[in-house]
């Protein structure tokens, strides 16, 4: 039986076969979802995304000679969630993550599929999507020169739009990760510590610790006793491992 209100998605996708399979996998694990429609080139999507509103647009990220994000900068004021389909692209998947969205590497996993598609249709039940694809585009756009300003950190019922250099550090709490930002602000998001490492690093950012991500434009000093940790701003106390400790002469630089 159809459904009296199916939520429906639209894929780019310039590779005939990537189509076909993400169209299966849909069909197959995520039946409550209607392919609506499916285009190769950027101005194709935007013809028919002009006439049809959809839910979901599966976006891959590399296109011949364009890119999903093209598409975003396009329609304006899309107010669906964002998939982002692609085999690998570095800047690509950073602009992504800074943006708190989701993404799927190919070939898909089915698994991490559905979990994706739930997590689209609870956001389109809960909130508006404008601002964050807003921030996609801005985060694709200053990624290769590094001059990204923010940081999508998304919580259960909204997501905070952070500047980087407001985060004093990071503590980790098993698969959480806790930021703490100037003038006593706490985010928690459910994502590990290790996933900010990197996307941080070239903003300033050093793992101290196995549990603490610190910006090193935060650091007050480093005391030595209690077996030596840094004093970050606000007063906070950031652990240094006995591993790391060469890193010190970096830190205070």
Known sequence: ???????????????????????????????????AGFAHTVQEAQQFLT???????????????????????????YRGSIIFTTAYDHYGIQ????AATDYLLKPLDHRELTEAVTKAIDRKR????????????????????QRQKKIALAEAQEIHYVE??????????NSYTTFHLRGGRKITVSKPIAD???MLEPYGFLRTHQSYLINKNRIVSFKKEDGG????????????SRQRRHLLRDLTN
């Open 51 to 77: 006439q049809l509103q959809t839910d979901i647009l599966f976006l891959d990220i590399r296109l011949q000679n364009e890119t999903g994000f093209d598409l975003l900068k396009r329609l304006g004021g």
């Open 196 to 198: 900010y490492e990197g």
């Open 164 to 173: 980087i250099d407001e985060v004093i550090f990071c503590k980790s709490d």
């Open 229 to 240: 940790y840094l004093l970050m701003e606000g007063n906070h106390q950031a652990l240094l």
């Open 126 to 145: 809960e909130r508006d999507q404008s601002a964050q694809i807003a921030m996609l585009i801005q985060s694709f756009e200053n990624m290769p020169a």
């Open 95 to 98: 602009a992504v993550k800074f």
């Open 1 to 35: 039986m159809a459904l009296i209100n199916p939520i429906r998605c639209f894929i780019l996708d310039d590779e005939v076969q990537a189509v076909h399979n993400l169209r299966l996998a849909l069909e197959t694990h995520c039946p409550e979802v209607e392919v």
